[in-house]
């Protein structure tokens, strides 16, 4: 069926297709047609609980002159199928060798963060919250001391731009020509230090030196003390909010791989209870 509905997205001219097995939340193809390589997204069909096509669609419209995402060929936001031309030699995040890829991601997001766009679209990270905590049916083990952490993020109402909102390992990518931020799903005008604390969380950065080259790519300096502790707190609700959205994809789909990250977020919350 799936496969189908790509050769017809190609006219049927199609040399080859292949299911990358990349994507929590999006089936990935690769995909030859006329000699050239491309990307299929094609999403479940429960992703529109989760993400918001209009959203990533005005979120693309501001960036597509920035050379920040992969060159797109086709996106609908109707049924957020999203085609994108296929870059030989990139690397995910986690893929790349390179010993400065903490500095280039900082560099990427002080780039994303500079170009100073709204979208119209909040993304509201209690709302969120609100939102995936009434959609899991079962009982679970809640995270103690989150209205510390929540009450937090209520208070940050300034200084909102276009964020990302989801810096995953495989949204972040290196080639031998620049670097890239690709799949806007969550993005939405938002503080800025979310995302920062979205790629630490995200990617389990926890080595001083590796934060601190990131930081230094971002800020320009060492955050001082008030910085980090502020830090802090968005880094403690990320790990809250990913928690009860695991909890409710793991509800929905019962796949192994939404316990393990609800596994995950509980531990480095934990372990930042103890600090």
Known sequence: MTESLIRRLFQDEVTSIYLTGKGLT???????S??????????????????????????L?????????????????????KITRYIDDFQTFDQYPGKDKYYRVGRLM??????????????DPVGRLNQYRAQIREPFTPLENQQIYIRFIQRQTEGFTLCHNDWVEGNIGFSSDRDYLIDY???????PFFDVTSFLSENQIFDAKAR????????SKIPDPQTLDTLFQFEMF?????????????????EEIYLKIAQDKAYMYLQGQKK
């Open 110 to 123: 002080r780039k994303f963060h500079e170009l100073q766009v709204r979208s119209g679209f909040l993304f």
């Open 212 to 219: 601190n080259e990131f930081y230094i790519a971002y800020f």
């Open 238 to 254: 990320h790990h809250i909010l990913w928690y009860h959205w695991a909890i409710m994809m793991y509800q929905f789909r019962n």
């Open 26 to 32: 999006n089936q990935n193809w690769l995909v030859e």
């Open 34 to 59: 006329k000699g050239d390589r491309f990307m299929v997204r094609i999403p479940f069909q429960d992703s529109e609980h989760i993400v918001s096509r209009m959203h990533e669609k005005a979120a």
């Open 185 to 191: 799903e969550y993005a939405g005008d938002n503080h």
């Open 61 to 81: 419209d501001l960036i597509i002159r920035e050379n920040l995402d992969v060159e797109t060929v086709y996106f609908s936001e109707s049924t957020g199928i």
